[in-house]
């Protein structure tokens, strides 16, 4: 039980252009989802939590208009990278819990993001 | 400041013990969580501690002294397979995970 699923698992794009990010939770209904980023040897940064139905808070640092952030059901949370540049290449990663605190989160697999 | 503590990389030889420390500074404290990484993945649970004391899981143990702000993951047995790094996080008084850097584990045969 508790399986979140990520797509894409990588994605290469070129310089402003925006990607898209799906999260999924497979087998029980997630009320917070949580999203990170992780750049090499370093530990996972939170990028934002997004509660269904409402708008994500971001974390300081984190430009929101950038980095938009939809949880559609309680199932669904996307990310979307909008006029990505080769900085944002980082390995995004979601997690859900299934209480509003985000205790015991379960994470996704991860999409390793390349922009050329 | 929120900081978490806990050394870069270990290393261990297979079968034996190794027992990888962290400690915490945060506002608050609802729970400490290890989380298991291979490189090139997403974390993966291994255990929360709330109390104080031992909790153990198969190989895996993990120990919280809350007075001590203090925890430790402690592994037996150990395999190739549990070459990783070790994620220590603790959830302060506002539920938000405060992530350490990890401990990079290296096993040699």
């Known amino acids: 039980g508790a399986v979140v699923s990520q797509h894409p698992s990588w994605v290469i794009c070129k310089s402003g252009t925006s990607v898209k990010i799906e999260c999924r939770s497979l087998d029980f209904q997630a009320t917070t989802m949580f999203w990170y980023r992780q750049f090499p040897k370093q530990s996972l940064m939170l990028m934002a939590t997004?509660?269904?139905?409402?708008?994500?808070?971001?974390e300081q640092g984190v430009e929101k208009d950038k980095f938009l952030i939809n949880h559609a059901s309680l199932t669904l949370s996307t990310l979307t990278v909008t006029s990505a540049h080769p900085e944002d290449s980082s390995f995004y990663i979601c997690?859900?819990?299934?209480?509003?605190?985000?205790?015991?989160?379960?994470f996704g697999p991860g999409t390793r993001l390349t922009v050329t | 400041g929120q900081n978490i503590d806990q050394p870069t990389e270990m290393t261990a030889t297979e079968g034996a013990i190794v027992q990888i420390n962290c400690t915490y500074q945060?506002?608050?404290?609802?729970?400490l969580f290890w989380y298991q990484q291979h490189a090139g993945e997403a974390p993966t649970f291994l255990s929360y501690?709330?109390l104080d004391g031992l909790e153990e899981k198969g190989r895996f143990s993990s120990f919280l002294s809350r007075s001590k702000g203090y925890s430790y993951l402690l592994l037996k047995e150990l395999q190739m397979k549990d070459s990783a790094s070790y994620l220590c996080?603790?959830?302060?008084?506002?539920?938000?995970?405060?992530w350490g850097a990890g401990t990079k584990l290296i096993i040699k045969p």
């Open positions: 996080a603790a959830l302060d008084s506002n539920y938000q995970l405060i």
């Open positions: 501690n709330v």
């Open positions: 997004s509660n269904e139905g409402s708008k994500a808070t971001y």
């Open positions: 945060t506002s608050g404290f609802n729970g």
């Open positions: 997690s859900a819990s299934q209480t509003p605190e985000g205790y015991e989160q379960y």
